[in-house]
C-alpha cells in the first residue's frame, strides 16, 4: 500500500487506526504453501483473532492452531454450515488445539467434537482421558528455542527421553497419539533449531515404532520468522531446510502440519498514530501519540518485539523519544526514534504490526484498542 493511501485511510477513519492488507496476508499464505507444498498451515489464531483474517485465510485453504475455547469457536464458526458428516472429518484437517494445558472445562466444552489436542506430561492426559475421552491427541516435545525472540521451551514440551514412554502411556490409556509437534520458538532466525527438532521428532518416531506405535502426523509448529528487517533471511532458505530434512527422514504419506502465526500476518499491517503531546526533556524531543504499549503496541512488552516508528511529514530526522498516551512510565515505545520535526496532529506509523499487537490491546486507562481497518478483502 502507497503512503498516500495509507495517511488518507487514517484521515479517513481517524486515529490511532490499524490498517490490515488482506493482499499481503494471502501472498504470504501462498509464499509458505509455495516452499513448503508438504506442509498444511494451520494459521495459529493468537497472532491475530480478527475475523476478517480468519476469513481470508479459510478461502485460501489454511487450517487453523486454536489455543482456549473461543479460539475454537471462531473457527468452528467458519464450518458449522457444512453437512454434520464434513464437520467431523473438517474438524482435524482445520483445527488442532494446541495448548498443551487446559483447565477441565475446557476439555469438557471440546469433546462434542472430538478434537485433536497436544500433551506434554502424564497428568494432561490423564485429565485428557477423564474429560475429553474423544480427543485425538499429539504429543509436544521440548526442542531448541536458541536465539528465537520469543522462548517457549522452559514452559512447554516433554524431554525427548520420555517422549516414548508418554506415548505408550497414552496408547495404555485408550488414547490415541496422532502426532508429534514442537515449536521451534516465534520468530526463529536461527534455523539450526528446526534441523533439530525434526531429527528429534524422527527418532522419536522411529522409537515408537520399534515399540509398535505408528505416529501418523508431524506438527512442525510455529516461529517461521517475518521480514522484520533486511537481516531477516528469506523464508525460502529455511523452507529448503525443512523440506530436505522432512524428506530425508520421513516416509512420503507422513501428514506434515505446522502453525505458523506471525509470518503470516506480521507483515500485512501498519499502525498510525497522531501526535497528541510534544516535550523537551534535556534536550531531547519526546513525543506523545494517541495509542500506546497497553494497545497496539503491547507487543513490545508481551512479543519482545520492536516497531520503528515513520512519518508521512518529510525532513531531516533527529532522535527523540515516543511515549503512548496511558500515564505509566512503562508505556515507552521507544527512547531513541529517528523522525523528522513533528507537530500536534501530525500523524505517524510503524509497520509490520500485524502479530501479537491489537490481539493483546487492553482497555487500560480508560482509551479503547485501536479502530481496525481492512483493504483488499
Ligand atoms: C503452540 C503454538 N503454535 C504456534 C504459535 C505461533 O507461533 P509463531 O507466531 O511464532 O509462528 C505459538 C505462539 O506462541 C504457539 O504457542
Known amino acids: 500500500m502507497t503512503n498516500r493511501r495509507l495517511e488518507q485511510l487514517a ?111 502424564l497428568n494432561e492426559l490423564k485429565k485428557i482421558k477423564q474429560y475429553a475421552p474423544h480427543a485425538g ?12 525472540m520469543v522462548e517457549l521451551s522452559s514452559k512447554f514440551g516433554c524431554d525427548p527421553g520420555e517422549a516414548v514412554d508418554l506415548v505408550a502411556a497414552a496408547f495404555r490409556l485408550g488414547l490415541v497419539v496422532e502426532g508429534l509437534s514442537f515449536h521451534v520458538g516465534s520468530q526463529c532466525t536461527n534455523f539450526e533449531n528446526f534441523v533439530q527438532a525434526i531429527n528429534m521428532a524422527a527418532a522419536v518416531m522411529q522409537e515408537a515404532r520399534s515399540r509398535g506405535h505408528e505416529i501418523k502426523i508431524l506438527d512442525i509448529g510455529g516461529g517461521f520468522p517475518a521480514a522484520y528487517n533486511r537481516h531477516v533471511k528469506p523464508f525460502s532458505a529455511l523452507a529448503k531446510k525443512i523440506g530436505a530434512e522432512i524428506d530425508r527422514l520421513f516416509p512420503a504419506d507422513l501428514q506434515i502440519l505446522a502453525e505458523p502465526g506471525r509470518f503470516l500476518v506480521a507483515t500485512a499491517a501498519t499502525a498510525v498514530a497522531s501526535i497528541i503531546g510534544k516535550a523537551v526533556r534535556d534536550g531531547k524531543t519526546c513525543y506523545y501519540i494517541d495509542d500506546s504499549v497497553y494497545h497496539t503496541f503491547s507487543g513490545i512488552i508481551f512479543d519482545h518485539c520492536q516497531y520503528h516508528l515513520k512519518a508521512f511529514k518529510p525532513g531531516r530526522t533527529e532522535i527523540c523519544a515516543v511515549f503512548g498516551q ?19 496532529e501530525d500523524l505517524v506509523y510503524a509497520e509490520n504490526i500485524g502479530a501479537y499487537s491489537n490481539a493483546s490491546a487492553t482497555w487500560f486507562n480508560g482509551f479503547p484498542p485501536a479502530k481496525v481497518v481492512h483493504v483488499n478483502v
Not at 475446557?106 to 506434554?120: F, G, S
Not at 504429543?139 to 528465537?148: A, D, E, H, I, Q
Request: glycine fraction near 2%; proline fraction near 7%; aromatic fraction near 10%.
Open 137 to 148: 491427541v499429539v504429543l509436544r516435545l521440548r526442542v531448541p528455542n536458541t536465539g528465537s
Open 326 to 344: 496511558t500515564c505509566d512510565g512503562l508505556d515507552t515505545i521507544s527512547q531513541s526514534e529517528e523522525l523528522p520535526e513533528l507537530e500536534i
Open 11 to 121: 484521515r479517513q477513519h481517524g486515529t490511532p487506526v490499524v490498517v490490515f492488507d488482506h493482499q499481503v496476508i494471502r501472498r504470504n499464505y501462498a509464499t509458505f504453501k509455495r516452499h513448503l507444498p508438504r506442509v498444511q498451515a494451520y494459521y495459529a489464531v493468537k497472532a491475530n483473532p480478527d475475523v476478517a483474517i480468519l476469513r481470508t485465510l479459510y478461502a485460501a485453504g489454511a487450517s487453523f492452531d486454536v489455543a482456549s475455547v473461543a479460539e475454537f469457536m471462531l473457527v468452528y464458526d467458519l464450518i458449522k454450515h457444512l453437512p454434520p458428516k464434513e464437520q467431523q472429518d473438517y474438524i482435524w484437517d482445520k483445527v488442532i488445539y494446541a495448548n498443551p494445558t487446559k483447565p477441565k472445562a475446557t476439555l469438557e466444552a471440546l469433546d462434542q467434537y472430538k478434537p485433536l489436542v497436544t500433551y506434554d506430561n
